[in-house]
Nanobody, 121 residues
Framework: QVQLVESGGGLVQAGGSLSLSCAAS?????????MGWYRQAPGKQRDLVAV???????NYEDSVKGRFTISRDNAKKTVSLQMNSLKPEDTAVYYC??????????????WGQGTQVTVSS
């Protein structure tokens, strides 16, 4: 079974920065297609924040463009999210997501456990 383990997050004042990381491990031999970060605020649905393909192409939710940067290390099987100029509305639980491909098993979407990001005004 593949596991996604997140680190980072925490409490920061508005205008500050935080960095999130997520590492994939276990589950034997596999490759990773798209990796991304989602967030879920209390009482709201889980929404895409940023996604990066295995080739490095990126896409961002409009409200984070220019402030957040997603990156990945394919050799280390990690994805990171650098968050700058944070706003109170960025407060949410952030989840790592990865589309894992294994021979004869197709592609499966996996989720991290979530990490809290709180931005105070």
């Amino acid at each position: 079974q593949v596991q996604l383990v997140e680190s980072g997050g925490g409490l920061v004042q508005a205008g500050g920065s935080l960095s999130l990381s997520c590492a994939a491990s276990g589950g034997g031999r596999f490759s990773i297609n798209d990796m991304g970060w989602y967030r879920q605020a209390p009482g709201k649905q889980r929404d895409l924040v940023a996604v990066i393909t295995s080739g490095g192409s990126t896409n961002y939710e409009d409200s984070v463009k220019g402030r957040f940067t997603i990156s990945r290390d394919n050799a280390k099987k990690t994805v990171s999210l650098q968050m700058n100029s944070l706003k109170p509305e960025d407060t949410a639980v952030y989840y790592c997501n990865a589309h894992i491909a294994r021979i004869l098993r197709g592609t499966t979407s996996y989720w991290g456990q979530g990490t809290q990001v709180t931005v105070s005004s």
